[in-house]
């Protein structure tokens, strides 16, 4: 662990930024950037906690890194916006060592390269216990165009880009047998997906395309719990249909009851759910072909009071806003 | 506690934000906001760690929640910017109750108000063993006018607001007696420092107006360590004069070795220190006699590998960069 945290912190100052509107990165009070009317700014953070949201037994540091960034990059994705800049706050105990410090900011560099994404500042603390690390992003969007949950429409499709709960399947073969264990191929990729979830910018931005704006959200916290929050912010009901929810080859290997669970409530797959009018379905799928993510029509928003259904064959479910909500853990 | 992030999320979303920027706040996977061509941005984040940055013993949740974002609007403050929006990354022990939380929100909500200031943006997590919380500050400075480190010339007068060692003193009386302990009048003020530092965004402000742009940093981590930095950052030395240092009055009461250490590796009295052209000299002091502190000029700019020293009536002495390193506690 760095014992000199100005010497730590002027390690990470890149020397040079992507973004030709820096005007301070890392290395004074703030940083400073110039912005655009052409777009309009996005903002958020994200936490993860040691022992909370990962342990060193499941997450390599390379994989926190990542992660770290990628669940935010998501938020980014989510709001069909540009990723442009991160910044990093870290608590560090004295039990981890110098090797692993920076192995999460190598897994962090490394895929904010992938967005051309500049590090611009944070705060480098110690910890008595345990790691956290608590990253904000800044992103943006074309003026006008972000892509917010109460754009759902009665009549709407519900689409999914991919599948779920495969990071809930990873997780739990993680926990099973460790991030030494030995998995087979398909087990592989599902811990991967929880190791590293791969933030969808590009289906986002698919999706930004599409006029007048689409509801979207990311899923962090479950299919059914962001589906609640879309229902909530648009006040409409929310159908889906059973036949429709596709299921990852790779989840066919569990019990059934374990995977519907995880498809539904078991959230960090960071895919993208939202909804498009139907007459407007066509053009989605186009764009999101240049991609190379699957989309999936899952259901129908209704008008009504909030609320998600799934409906079987047999039998209608309601499914509730619950998930990975860190407080029930 | 609150046993359900969600509510607890929904709970802190004001009814309106006073910036009519605000697209979207706390609700949706990010802020959104419009930027503006005649401003620059301006972004930092800060955290505060418990029995690290702070005990229960030390400061109530109120204090808490003042410091950690009045730590972040020193920083804008420092860069001669105005504060406009912030985001809250909590991390929050069972041990902590519904009460305490809520303390931590209105003593940051009080202080945000003081400076129109809108939350629009946060995470809450559980942490398995003691609070942390990490805000990140948004503000804006007219195009072009971000006060830089690097600002610092060759011939320029080195200016202080007001005093340091104050924050210090306060820690110090607190880890005495607590802060349910009696303190005398002149005890108060210095433990109110440490508990309820005041950011000098007025002062800030006061010095972006001077022409040509002049160096200002915010002193967080101590003054020696603070100069040393914008002598870093300018590459010049910086000589301090010992008779010109300001003490403050309530500091007097303790032994003279203790007072000048606090003086200059005491930090978080977030005073304001910078440089100034000699010939701008009396429009800065004009400036900053229309807010509510004090300006002391204490030492000179001077050619030279970076370096601070202090010229006593007898030596000469070099002021090294350690302070609150919390690496080092």
Redesign the interface.
């Given at each position: 662990?760095?014992?000199?945290?100005?010497v730590?912190i002027n390690k990470q100052r890149p020397s040079k930024y992507f973004d030709s509107h820096i005007?301070?990165g890392i290395?004074?009070?703030?940083?400073?950037?110039?912005?655009?009317?052409d777009?309009?700014?996005?903002?958020?953070?994200?936490?993860l906690?040691?022992?909370?949201?990962f342990k060193k037994s499941t997450m390599a540091p390379e994989d926190i890194g990542h992660k770290a960034l990628a669940v935010n990059i998501s938020?980014?994705a989510?709001?069909g916006?540009i990723p442009t800049?991160y910044?990093v706050?870290i608590?560090v105990p004295t039990t981890w060592s110098d090797d692993e410090l920076e192995g999460i900011y190598r897994g962090m560099t490394e895929l904010g390269i992938r967005y051309k994404m500049d590090m611009?500042?944070?705060?480098?603390?110690?910890?008595?216990?345990?790691l956290?690390i608590?990253v904000?992003?800044?992103?943006k969007?074309e003026?006008g165009r972000?892509l917010?949950?109460k754009n759902a429409k009665p009549g709407d499709l519900v689409f999914l880009t991919n599948t779920t709960g495969r990071s809930a399947a990873g997780l739990s073969l993680l926990l099973d047998k460790g991030r030494h264990g030995r998995f087979s191929m398909q087990e592989s990729e599902l811990v991967q997906t929880h190791q590293r979830p791969e933030p969808r910018v590009q289906e986002g931005r698919a999706a930004a395309k599409i006029d007048p704006l689409i509801s979207?959200?990311?899923i962090s916290d479950g299919l059914a719990s962001e589906l609640n929050e879309l229902a909530e912010?648009s006040n409409t009901s929310i159908e889906l249909w059973e036949t429709h929810i596709p299921i990852a080859k790779e989840l066919k290997n569990f019990p059934e009851k374990n995977y519907w669970d995880w498809i539904f409530y078991g959230g960090e797959d960071f895919e993208l759910v939202g909804t498009v009018r139907e007459s407007d379905w066509p053009i989605l799928e186009n764009e999101i072909e240049k991609t190379e993510s699957q989309l999936y029509v899952i259901g129908r928003v209704l008008e009504g009071n909030p609320l998600v259904t799934l409906l079987g064959e047999k039998r209608k479910t309601i499914l509730e806003?619950k998930g990975y909500?860190?407080?029930?853990?």
């Open positions: 662990m760095p014992r000199d945290e100005f730590w005007i301070e290395g004074d009070d703030t940083a400073v950037y110039s912005s655009s009317d777009f309009d700014e996005l903002l958020c953070v994200d936490t906690i040691e022992d909370i949201h938020d980014i989510a709001m916006g800049y910044m706050a608590a611009i500042g944070g705060d480098t603390v110690s910890s008595p216990r345990g956290m608590s904000t992003v800044r992103g969007v003026k972000a917010l949950r979207l959200n990311d912010a806003k909500n860190h407080f029930k853990q």
